[in-house]
Each structure stands twice: as structure tokens, then as C-alpha cells.
């Protein structure tokens, strides 16, 4: 059985394999060590502490597989981008040309550097083992972040958002960033988006045009860069998308990838999720399969699972399914059909 | 040869002389009723009855045969009345030593800071006419009447050079960036500037600084270059110490060249003399000679030997001047070069 759950320090080693693994363009996961260290220590430390809105914390979550206790993928929520550092993005808008005199008036698409996404409660850092991709697991370890939001809404922002990441080819070229990000660090795009994940990704994005760039003078296979996703990175979409989220016009400044936003409220999986107590029943008569989770903090912890869930009933785990959420009869769960 | 003001009897011959232009010359369209109201204007600004802001000073070449074969003008000043764009040539940096980055990326701000500028523009000389001194008594004939009168004009004399056009007359410097807030071909623009839309048009344009690494290598490498046709135009004044200070056009991109009026060659080294009348033979120096009239100002060149304060010319001369012996006349002498401004 999988289990998603807050990060441990003795994940390390099998957590650099995954950020080694993981696509160019997921920066939050670094393959370094030290880096890795001081972000499972920042884990630990946000979901130990007391916040009672949404400030700097981190939630680091790996999805372990209890038969070998291997990691099988990763995910994060930041609870507010923009906190520690701006969290810069280009806005997409029309420059609107207009001569009354000459009767001419037509807009010109203009992309921006801004900071409008500071403060949103941000996913990032999703990864999953290769064997696992579209399985209902990547469902698990994307969703069950959003149960953890329902079940700690206050340490979190009345938006969400996720950076997809964006299109490069097969060489890790991405015609966006050749057409612009280079122009102004003379780096390949796989080493900038190697440095964003090991240095500050804002101290990068200042060295970005702080002028508008207008998308008509960009070559045309740049421009088709803005809001195509990297194939590697549409499941994580089509995920959220059926969540509600929706793409605005915020795009990714480095690969021209999509932004997803949605209303914390809105969001399918925390707005329809239930909850139910346990019943601990040897042998269940499986109806449907679901995302539960304990509804815990420190102890959080997230499954997937066929059940028999009858509202207002209380719920029939298996013993296996009280072991991986750690529960017993009467304790509280949250769940969503899958 | 003279250089003077134009008449309203020149505009037939005016028209004709600008249908041979083309329509890359804007700033003098082939069109009758703005060269009219152009000509009239102009013949106000000589009586001294409009303001610097309004004062467009047109001059017209005329041989010995009362025939018209040249143009040129100054502008009192520009954007006083509408404003006046440029872009300037900046640099934007983007570094970081840590990563061993630094990089120069030159950058086009958008400016109105040659606001109040005199404006040398709008020469244009008949093709049959392109030899001798005539480019030079066209173009530095206007330096001189600015020597005069320099109090009808500001600190500085600017000239915006036509840019770099291919043969169809498309400029890739517009291609790359003010075609795509226009939704039209360069010659279309061209020509409504060429109308007085100037400002409107720029209005299009966005305000905020463009990365000239985001223009086509071919928009690039027109930053700042002058159309080859007006090359000689620009030898000429670059002689006379006009350089590029970085302003552009903003529509393709050529060369505005700018120097203070008081380090202008032909300002600096012009006299005042007094005239007198002889025979200067073929080793004579070449003058640039004024009468140091405004409304009936005549220029010319021809040879002549300064004795004292006395500048010694033909007969001939003093009547193309419409001068007599002991009238004072304002001359420098003609910088030894050969170059024939034909158009700018």
C-alpha cells in the first residue's frame, strides 16, 4: 500500500534519487543534498508549528510504498508564494494601441515581469516515480495536498495556485527561453532552471527584462512556448484542471509554461470532500474508490482505497487502511471519490 | 547658384522637383496642397511673423537661369507644438558575478528630448545638379543663415537621417517593432508622418523601453545606420562637427544627428566682412558668402580672397548676393571636400 506523508530526515538519501530523477523545470526539487537537508528541516518545522494564517511554511510530503518503505514520489504546498522572496511571473495583457486621429485602435499581446501571485497558497514540487505516472497514485500525491488544505484551511490563502512546467524538447532546449531568458543571462535554460532550484529563483528573476516584452516580436516558436506544457507535466495539469483550477494569464518567466489558479473554496476536493469516523471491519464490500486522509497535521497522513462509504455512516477501514493512516475506531477522516 | 527663401511662384517648379524625390521623402511630400500651405508658411517665418515654435524656414536652390533645382529647410524648433519623439540608444544591464553573467543588452528608450531643437530637414537636390558645390552651398548654406540669425533658433541643430531601407523601400527596423503596433507597411506610416500625423502615429508606440536584443539581427544592425542615399548629406555635416548621440528615428530606426550651434564649423569660423569687388582667379578658396538679409537673405558660393576685413568677389557674385561693394557679408570658407549632399 502507498501512503502519503509529511517528509522525514531519514527520507534524504531516497529523496536526492527522486530530485535526480524528477523533470528540469520542477526547481523545488534540487539534486543536492544540502539543499534537500535544509528543505526536509523546513518541512518538519512548518508542520510543527502553530500558524494560525499562512506565512513561510513548507509542506513536504513523499508518498512511500509500506511493502519496501521505498519513496515512490513527492509533492509540496507553499503556504504563501512570495513570502520569503517575491515570486515573479509574466503577465500576458494587451498593450492596447489607440489613435482617435487615425482611427487605429488593436492590442498587442505584452508580457510582463510582476509579482502578482505574491501571497497565494502555491503546489509545486510534484514528482513521481516513472512506473507510477497515470495511475490513480498521481492522483494521491497531488490530491491529497488539496485534503490537507480542507483539513488545515487556516494555514492556507484563499487562492491556490501551480506553475506547470513548460515545453522544451527533447535536448532540454526551450525556444521561449532561448528567445528571451538567455538574451539576458547567456545561460542554457536546463543550467537556469538548475540554479533557480539551488540558488534563490527570485535573485534570477531580477536579472529578467523589467520592461514588457511584446509577444509579436518574439520568434514564432516562442511564441508558441506561451502556455504549452512540457508533455511530461500534463498529468499534473489535467489533475487540477478537473479540480477547477483554470489558466489566467500569468505564464512561467523562464519555459513560458501555464499557471493554474482556483479559489481555495472552489477547489473540487476541498469544497466536496466529506468526512466520516472510523469502523474498523475485518472485510470490506468495496462500492467505489476514494482519497482519505486522517486528518492530521504532524501526523498526516493520506491513502487510496476502494470503500463503502455511506454518508453520515461511519466509515469501514480495513486494518491494513487504520495501519497506513494510523487510525483507530471513532477517529476522524476526510475522503473524496477519486 | 543661390541658396534663398522660397516664393509662392516656385511651387510648380517645386512640385516637380519633389515627384523626383520618391516617396521617401516625407518630410516634403509630392502633394500640392501641403507643399502650398508649406511654401506660405515658410514665407511668414522670413517676414519674422511666426513664433520659433512655428518657424519652418524653407530655402530653395536656384541657378542663374531662375530654374529650381534644390531644397532644403529649417525647422525653428521641433515639438513644441506636437511632440517629438526619438528613441534613445541606452544600455540595460542584467549581472550576476557570482555566475560569471554580464551581459549588455543596449535597450531603446522612448524620449521627447530634442523638444526645442532646430531641425535641419527636408534637402532634396535635382539629380541633374548633384556636382560642384552645389550639395554643400544647399546644405551648409542654412548654417550660415543660422550664423546669422541665431537667435531664431535653439541650442542645438539636430538632422534626422532617412534609415536603412531595402529596394522595395521596406525599413527592417520597422518590420521588427512599429509595424506590430500599426497594422500597416512602412511606406503607409512614412507617408502619414510625412503629413504632419507624426505624433499621432508615435502615440501608437509603447511607451516603455524595448530590449533591442528582442528586434531581428537585420532591425538591429539598422539602429543608428543612414540610408546610403544620404551618406554625403551626412559626411557633410558630420564635418562640420554634427555627431550621432545615440537618438534614433523611431519608425526606421536612422541616425538623428545633433551639435551645438555655436561648434558648428560653419557658425565658428563664419565672419562678417565687407564686401568689395574684383577678380579672384581659379586658386581662389572657395566662400560660402550671406548678404545677411533674413527676408531677402541670398547665398552663394563662389571664389573669393579675404583682404582684412574685407572679402574680395566677382561682379557676378555681388548681383547673385543683390549686394553692393562696401555692403558687410557674412562668408566662411568652404571646407575642402567634395562631397554632394543629394538628399536627407
Redesign the interface.
Known amino acids: 500500500m502507498l501512503v502519503l506523508r509529511p517528509v522525514e530526515q531519514t527520507d534524504l538519501p531516497q529523496l536526492q534519487q527522486l530530485a535526480r530523477d524528477s523533470l528540469v523545470g520542477v526547481t523545488s526539487l534540487p539534486d543536492d543534498s544540502e539543499r534537500l537537508r535544509e528543505k526536509i528541516a523546513g518541512s518538519c518545522a512548518s508542520f510543527a508549528s502553530a500558524a494560525e494564517a499562512n506565512g513561510p511554511e513548507n509542506y513536504f510530503f513523499v508518498l512511500e510504498d509500506l511493502d519496501d518503505h521505498s519513496l515512490r514520489g513527492c509533492s509540496e504546498i507553499l503556504a504563501t508564494a512570495g513570502f520569503d522572496e517575491p515570486f515573479y511571473s509574466l503577465r500576458n495583457r494587451h498593450?492596447t494601441?489607440?489613435?482617435r486621429?487615425?482611427n487605429?485602435e488593436?492590442g498587442?499581446p505584452?508580457l510582463s515581469l510582476c509579482h502578482d501571485l505574491n501571497d497565494h497558497t502555491l503546489l509545486r514540487g510534484f514528482h513521481i516515480d516513472a512506473n507510477l505516472v497515470r495511475t490513480p497514485f498521481s492522483e494521491l500525491l497531488s490530491r491529497a495536498r488539496l485534503l490537507f488544505i480542507a483539513a488545515h484551511a487556516p494555514r492556507f490563502a484563499e487562492a491556490v495556485i501551480t506553475e506547470i512546467v513548460g515545453y522544451s524538447d527533447e535536448e532540454g532546449h526551450s525556444p521561449f527561453w532561448d528567445a528571451l531568458g538567455k538574451?539576458?543571462?547567456?545561460?542554457p535554460y536546463a543550467e537556469a532552471e538548475r540554479?533557480c532550484g539551488l540558488?534563490s529563483r527570485s535573485?534570477?528573476a531580477e536579472?529578467m527584462?523589467q520592461?514588457?516584452?511584446?509577444v509579436?516580436?518574439?520568434p514564432q516558436a516562442a511564441q508558441d512556448c506561451i502556455g504549452r506544457i512540457h508533455p511530461d507535466g500534463q498529468e499534473a495539469f489535467d489533475i487540477l484542471e478537473r479540480e477547477g483550477f483554470e489558466t489566467n494569464s500569468y505564464i512561467d518567466l523562464f519555459d513560458a509554461g501555464p499557471t493554474l489558479y482556483a479559489r481555495t473554496s472552489n477547489i473540487r476536493s476541498i469544497a466536496r470532500s466529506q468526512t466520516a469516523t472510523v469502523q474498523q471491519r475485518p472485510q470490506i464490500d468495496a462500492r467505489g474508490r476514494y482519497l482519505l486522509s486522517n486528518n492530521a497535521l504532524l501526523g498526516f497522513r493520506a491513502i487510496m482505497a476502494e470503500l463503502d462509504f455511506q454518508p453520515d455512516q461511519p466509515l469501514s477501514l480495513t486494518p491494513a487502511m487504520c495501519a497506513a493512516l494510523n487510525v483507530t475506531d471513532g477517529s476522524p477522516i476526510r475522503l473524496i471519490a477519486l | 547658384m543661390i541658396v534663398r527663401p522660397v516664393k509662392v511662384s516656385d511651387l510648380p517648379a517645386l512640385l516637380a522637383l519633389v515627384q523626383q524625390a520618391g516617396p521617401g521623402f516625407t518630410t516634403l511630400p509630392a502633394n500640392e496642397d501641403r507643399l502650398s500651405h508649406r511654401v506660405r508658411w515658410a514665407q511668414r517665418a522670413f517676414a519674422e511673423q511666426v513664433e520659433r515654435a512655428d518657424a519652418d524656414y524653407l530655402f530653395v536652390l536656384e541657378d542663374d537661369d531662375m530654374r529650381v533645382v534644390g531644397v532644403s529647410a529649417l525647422a525653428g524648433a521641433v515639438g513644441l507644438r506636437e511632440p517629438w519623439y526619438n528613441y534613445r540608444v541606452g544600455l540595460t544591464v542584467s549581472s550576476a558575478p557570482d555566475l560569471g553573467i554580464q551581459r549588455q543588452i543596449p535597450t531603446l528608450f522612448l524620449n521627447n528630448e530634442l523638444t526645442g531643437q532646430s531641425e535641419l530637414c527636408s534637402l532634396f537636390l535635382g539629380h541633374d545638379q548633384r556636382h560642384g558645390s552645389n550639395g554643400r552651398l544647399l546644405s551648409l548654406g542654412r548654417l550660415l543663415f543660422v550664423a546669422e540669425f541665431p537667435h531664431l533658433f535653439g541650442e542645438k541643430m539636430i538632422a534626422e537621417l532617412r534609415g536603412s531601407a531595402d529596394e522595395h523601400g521596406c525599413s527592417p527596423f520597422w518590420d521588427s517593432l512599429g509595424r506590430h503596433f500599426f497594422q500597416m507597411d512602412f511606406s503607409h506610416a512614412d507617408h502619414l508622418s510625412g503629413l504632419g500625423n507624426k505624433s499621432f502615429i508615435a502615440e501608437l508606440m509603447p511607451r516603455q523601453p524595448l530590449y533591442t536584443c528582442m528586434l531581428t539581427e537585420q532591425a538591429q544592425a539598422a539602429i543608428g545606420q543612414a540610408h546610403p542615399n544620404t551618406e554625403p548629406a551626412l559626411k557633410i555635416l558630420q564635418a562640420e562637427g554634427f555627431t550621432h548621440k545615440g537618438y534614433i528615428d523611431i519608425f526606421d530606426g536612422g541616425p538623428v544627428i545633433e551639435a551645438p550651434v555655436r561648434n558648428i564649423r560653419t557658425v565658428r569660423e563664419s565672419l562678417e566682412l565687407t564686401l568689395s569687388l574684383g577678380s579672384p582667379d581659379e586658386q581662389a578658396p572657395l566662400w560660402l558668402i550671406h548678404n545677411r538679409r533674413l527676408e531677402n537673405c541670398r547665398i552663394t558660393v563662389a571664389r573669393a580672397r579675404r583682404v582684412g576685413s574685407s572679402l574680395v568677389i566677382d561682379r557676378l557674385t555681388a548681383k547673385r548676393l543683390q549686394l553692393q561693394p562696401g555692403n558687410s557679408v557674412r562668408a566662411a570658407m568652404l571646407p575642402n571636400q567634395q562631397q554632394q549632399a543629394v538628399a536627407a
Open positions: 498593450f494601441s489607440a489613435s486621429e487615425l487605429i488593436h498587442v505584452a538574451h539576458f543571462f547567456d545561460l540554479l540558488q535573485f534570477l536579472l527584462p520592461y514588457p516584452i511584446y509579436p516580436m518574439l
